[in-house]
T-cell receptor
Framework: KQEVTQIPAALSVPEGENLVLNCSFT??????LQWFRQDPGKGLTSLLL?????REQTSGRLNASLDKSSGRSTLYIAASQPGDSATYLC??????????FGAGTTVTVRA | GAGVSQTPSNKVTEKGKYVELRCDPI?????LYWYRQSLGQGPEFLIY????????DSGLPNDRFFAVRPEGSVSTLKIQRTERGDSAVYLC???????????FGPGTRLTVL
């Protein structure tokens, strides 16, 4: 069974600092990996999706890397802003349709 | 176009009652998924529909949980004899096919007193 772990569970940084969020997974046979953002009381918003053949994806201030062989992905958020405060979830997808999620990292960016 | 919608947004019920949670997927999406998210945890897979049929219901915790999608669009998750442990956010997602990106709805927060 795929296990997904996210460290740290919570993170508080001053505005402007870069954020580094980690995700590890136990089974490297994945189809893709996706990073989501979840605001309190809201659903999930997809941020980045990395196919298993890719090493990284970028969107604006966000960059996600994938090292499938070591079972790791990292989400970088540059020049953090208070509006980046949310919970960030990592999800891996094996060769079927089910997503396996980590428990998330709750980020607080202090103004 | 419109995203995935779920109703109600909040549901409070008493232990032992029956509840129905509704999901309206993105128009044209053939695949629909239900996940459950307990406090402080990531979502966990419950069931996957391809069209009208449940292709995989292996995540349903027990036979009190049942889901339908009779016309291949709207889906209803049904929970009988609710228990306090059923309290969670129930998320619905849809995708164009079973291998495409899943788009999530805002969820239904179920509280069983």
């Amino acid at each position: 069974k795929q296990e997904v772990t996210q460290i740290p569970a919570a993170l508080s940084v001053p505005e402007g600092e870069n954020l580094v969020l980690n995700c590890s997974f136990t089974d490297s046979a994945i189809y893709n990996l996706q990073w989501f953002r979840q605001d309190p009381g809201k659903g999930l918003t997809s941020l980045l999706l990395i196919q298993s053949s890719q090493r990284e994806q970028t969107s604006g201030r966000l960059n996600a890397s994938l090292d499938k062989s070591s079972g790791r992905s990292t989400l970088y958020i540059a020049a953090s802003q208070p509006g980046d405060s949310a919970t960030y979830l990592c999800a891996v997808r094996p060769n079927d349709y089910k997503l396996s999620f980590g428990a998330g990292t709750t980020v607080t960016v202090r103004a | 176009g419109a995203g995935v919608s779920q109703t109600p947004s909040n549901k409070v019920t008493e232990k032992g009652k029956y509840v129905e949670l509704r999901c309206d997927p993105i128009s044209g999406h053939t695949a629909l998924y239900w996940y459950r998210q307990s406090l402080g945890q990531g979502p966990e897979f419950l069931i996957y529909f391809q069209g009208t049929g449940a292709a995989d219901d292996s995540g349903l915790p027990n036979d009190r949980f049942f889901a339908v999608r009779p016309e291949g669009s709207v889906s209803t998750l049904k929970i009988q004899r609710t228990e306090r442990g059923d309290s969670a956010v129930y998320l619905c997602a849809s995708s164009l096919t079973g291998t495409d990106t899943q788009y999530f709805g805002p969820g239904t927060r179920l509280t069983v007193l």
